[in-house]
């Protein structure tokens, strides 16, 4: 089933529901990263212009279903009236009736940002008569906050149903158009880099990209728990001890894949992520006692970034080693700016891998970087994520 565009939509003099994802970090009361904000201003200056009158509703944090002065979006709604350079005006809920006077007072071209949705526990139990209430403050429902897309929640899935006209703002059609691009019509070779903490996090995702790589290049800590399985020593690495098992499963099922499964054949390695200055090299996939595999070695970066420069398409998620410390950061860096000079189509996961090139200010040169940690991850596990799906 298709979705349509906010372009295919008139949405002069209605009243604009646009879902976005502003569950930006904060710091001292004030928005300390506007990235997700900045992410969402396409679709909102394209409603203003279309002379809609935008509702704008949005969660932050985690206040547990109630009024919490902590969590309020009144600081997101200061950041974002500096960016469009216009006012903005703030609710001091997002149901009720000092919000619905707003809503039928709202002007076109303006912009009414509501309370955290969360601040009702209805919110995330999806229940019926509060996504009824958001239904009712407009006519269009727009979504671009693919970051909640993975939860059915009133404002991403229950209240879709109540209203008239629905579509995909312009940063969930390019999350879909790219994600989706991985899994549906991939440009092959089609590499594939997994990292980070856990493989127990990740299995369903190795499982569904291994279906449709080319090449699956796996390293950061859950590549140990996979060398562990594979009987070869890791030292402390951090293992999933109770995961072996689990592990070895995985093995011998990515044996009956068409992908070429790639594991580090060396290692940075310390006692532990302090000692820098015993900081070494291993000369071989094994891990010497007492000591931590923190980032892939040299020869696993020059390898791996052979792959990358021969793939037409590039997927990664999960940092490559603790990239936090720059003494295990170069195996993240290298590979993505092999990434960069491949001249693949390139995409990044959300979370930390994200996280990892929006320090390195090299995030622009990605063919796509998610916003979306939690979702970009169930998205490419193949499930349908009901943010989506109400789209439809
Ligand atoms: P995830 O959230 O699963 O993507 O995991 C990201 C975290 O994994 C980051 O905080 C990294 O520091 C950590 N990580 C990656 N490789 C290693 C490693 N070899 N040892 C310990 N932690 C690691």
Not at 27 to 45: E, M, N
Not at 178 to 202: Q, Y
Request: proline share 4%; charged share 25%; with cysteine.
């Amino acid at each position: 089933m298709s979705i349509l565009s906010i372009d295919q939509l008139q949405l002069a003099g209605k009243k604009v529901f646009i879902r976005v994802d502003f569950n930006t970090p904060m710091k001292d009361g004030k928005v300390s990263d506007d990235t997700r904000i900045r992410a969402a201003l396409p679709t909102i200056k394209s409603a203003v212009e279309k002379k809609a009158k935008v509702i704008l509703a949005s969660h932050l944090g985690r206040p547990d279903g109630k009024a919490n002065k902590k969590y309020s979006l009144e600081p997101v709604g200061a950041r974002l009236a500096e960016l469009l350079g216009c006012d903005i005006k703030m609710a001091d809920d997002c149901v009720g009736d000092g919000v619905r006077l707003l809503v039928s007072s709202l002007k076109e071209k303006e912009i009414l940002l509501l309370e955290n949705l969360r601040f009702h526990p209805e919110e995330e139990e999806n229940e019926d008569n509060f996504c009824k209430a958001l239904a009712a403050l407009c006519n269009v429902y727009i979504s671009d906050a693919f970051g909640t897309a993975h939860r059915a929640h009133a404002s991403t899935a229950g209240m879709v149903k109540y209203v008239q006209e629905k579509a995909a703002g312009y940063l969930m059609q390019k999350e879909l158009k790219f994600l989706g691009g991985v899994l549906k019509n991939p440009e092959r070779p089609l590499v594939t880099i997994l990292g980070g903490a856990k493989v127990s996090d990740k299995i369903a995702v190795v499982e569904n990209l291994a279906r449709k790589s080319d090449t699956l290049l796996i390293g950061g800590a859950m590549a140990y728990t996979l060398l562990r399985a594979k009987g070869v020593a890791v030292g402390t690495s951090k293992v999933e001890s109770e995961k072996l098992q689990m592990a070895q499963n995985l093995l011998e099922r990515l044996k009956s894949t068409d992908a070429k499964v790639i594991l580090p054949i060396d290692h940075i390695v310390a006692p532990n992520p302090d000692a820098i200055s015993e900081v070494m090299t291993t000369s071989g996939e094994t891990i010497p006692d007492g000591m931590m595999g923190l980032d892939i070695g040299p020869r696993t970066q020059t390898s791996f970034c052979d792959v990358i420069k021969k793939a037409k398409m590039v997927f990664w998620n999960g940092p490559l080693g603790m990239f936090e410390k720059p003494a295990f950061s170069a195996g993240t860096y290298k590979i993505a700016n092999a990434m960069i000079a491949s001249g693949a189509v390139t995409v990044v996961g959300g979370g930390d891998s994200a996280a990892a090139v929006e320090k390195a200010g090299i995030a622009s040169k990605f063919s796509h970087v998610s916003t979306g940690g939690g979702a970009s991850l169930e998205f490419m596990e193949g499930r349908e994520l009901p943010g989506v799906k109400a789209l439809e």
